[in-house]
């Protein structure tokens, strides 16, 4: 009996040490494996989201930072810190233990051999090309359907009328407005409008629409044509803004469509050769109101200055690092459990590209519309000035709201009313 003490007492504090170090690989944050990989993940409602660094795609991976795993929907594969290293490594549990841990297994002064090692490293990088052969023919095919979508909306603005005597003038006629001479802006009579979400494409509209070109830097041009705004019309209507409802489910359809590579773009109301000056609101009329506003008082920058329409406060502001919680709206779960919603946040994210300005431009001022929701609204122009100072430091950029619960156009119809 005696003999066999001293091989359990060994093997009690192997276990004990083999126990712990397992418990240490387990104990390390969840994203370090990806920072050895420099995966391309975004933070999104408390996980980070984006193409797996395995299998590609566009957002089927998925680490939770509350719960410390990973799931990739397109392999199934899921699991903990341990079983993502296993996955993104391509090696077994033990070695993904000695990678997490910096120190081979206890009780084994060589971890994985040169052989195994060579081999995982050979099998690493052939996994890595076929990644990329699958990367880049999927953004392959993604560059040709936008390049396909852009000459349809090529087309569609070729198509379009002139302004004058259109129902497009009427509208902006109906919300006080004129366009400059020099502005994009065309009519379509005639245009359907398809719904959005059925297993089969239907029209739930036509009639006129406003359309206005989006341009964007594309290939080292500044203002390439990028797709279309599009803003149906319904002159029986008092702001003259269509109201449209889908026949099959009976919800409101919105009467505003971006199509084409819009993301980044703008729509360039009033242009000049070298602006000094450049303001940017979200919608057409709101910019139009505010150019008309300047126009009737003499603003003295009028002639530098260039009025673009950005289209949307998530266009002004640009990508954000992350989001944060709304103070006052709150969202229910499945379970009945309230928590706030989450909205992008201020901080701009500078490794993807937004709006890009004239290198002329001294000064922007960013159009705030009081009847958005202030929190989100203030944090996609607070994020759109920080984007703009990154890149230029001797910016200077301003912020004009309107009042609370109207836009621009409201103050200037109520003015002229």
């Given at each position: 009996m005696d003999s066999h003490a001293p091989p359990a007492a060994h093997d009690a504090a192997h276990d004990a040490a083999y126990a712990e170090w397992i418990s240490e690989a387990r104990a390390v944050p969840i994203t370090r494996p990806l920072e050895r990989l420099a995966a391309r993940l975004v933070v999104r409602s408390g996980e980070l989201v984006g193409p797996c660094p395995v299998c590609g795609g566009r957002d089927r991976f998925a680490v939770s930072l509350r719960k410390g795993v990973f799931h990739c929907r397109g392999s199934g594969e899921?699991?903990?810190?341990?079983?993502?290293?296993?996955?993104?490594?391509?090696?077994?549990?033990?070695?993904?233990?000695?990678?997490?841990?910096?120190?081979?297994?206890?009780?084994?002064?060589?971890?994985e051999s040169t052989e195994a090692r060579a081999d995982r490293q050979a099998a690493l990088a052939k996994r890595a090309a076929a990644l990329a052969r699958v990367t880049e023919e999927a953004r392959r095919t993604e560059a040709r359907f936008r390049e396909r979508e852009r000459m349809r909306c090529w087309q569609l603005w070729r198509a379009a009328q002139p302004l004058p005597g259109t129902a497009a003038e009427a509208y902006l006629a109906l919300r006080g407005l004129a366009a400059p001479p020099e502005a994009p802006l065309r009519c379509l009579p005639d245009h359907p409008l398809y719904a959005a979400g059925r297993a089969q494409v239907a029209i739930v509209h036509r009639g006129p629409a406003l359309v206005a070109p989006i341009v964007r830097p594309i290939n080292g041009l500044f203002g390439r044509f990028a797709g279309l705004h599009i803003t149906w019309i319904d002159l029986?209507?008092?702001?003259?803004?269509?109201?449209?409802?889908?026949?099959?489910?009976?919800?409101?359809?919105?009467?505003?469509?971006?199509?084409?590579?819009?993301?980044?773009?703008?729509?360039?109301?009033?242009?000049?050769?070298?602006?000094?000056?450049?303001?940017?609101?979200?919608?057409?009329?709101?910019?139009?109101?505010?150019?008309?506003?300047h126009a009737a008082c003499g603003w003295a920058r009028r002639a530098t200055a260039a009025y673009w329409a950005a289209y949307s406060l998530d266009n002004i502001g640009g990508p954000a690092v992350?989001?944060?919680?709304?103070?006052?709206?709150?969202?229910?779960?499945?379970?009945?459990?309230?928590?706030?919603?989450?909205?992008?946040?201020?901080v701009p994210d500078l490794a993807r590209p937004g709006l890009v300005l004239p290198e002329t431009t001294r000064r922007v001022w960013l159009l705030g519309d009081g009847d958005s929701d202030r929190f989100t609204t203030e944090a996609a122009l607070l994020r759109?000035?920080?984007?703009?100072?990154?890149?230029?430091?001797?910016?200077?950029?301003?912020?004009?709201?309107?009042?609370?619960?109207?836009d621009f156009n409201d103050v200037l119809r109520r003015v002229a009313a």
């Open positions: 899921g699991g903990d810190v341990i079983a993502l290293t296993r996955y993104l490594e391509a090696c077994d549990f033990h070695t993904a233990c000695a990678i997490l841990t910096g120190r081979n297994r206890p009780g084994r002064e060589v971890g029986a209507e008092p702001d003259g803004k269509a109201r449209i409802r889908d026949p099959e489910t009976g919800l409101l359809v919105p009467a505003r469509k971006v199509r084409g590579s819009a993301r980044g773009g703008r729509i360039p109301l009033v242009s000049v050769p070298e602006p000094e000056d450049l303001v940017i609101g979200e919608g057409i009329e709101t910019v139009l109101s505010v150019w008309r506003a992350g989001t944060v919680p709304h103070p006052t709206e709150r969202l229910r779960d499945s379970r009945g459990r309230e928590r706030p919603r989450r909205v992008k946040g201020p759109a000035a920080a984007r703009f100072h990154a890149a230029r430091p001797d910016l200077e950029v301003y912020v004009a709201w309107a009042p609370d619960g109207q």
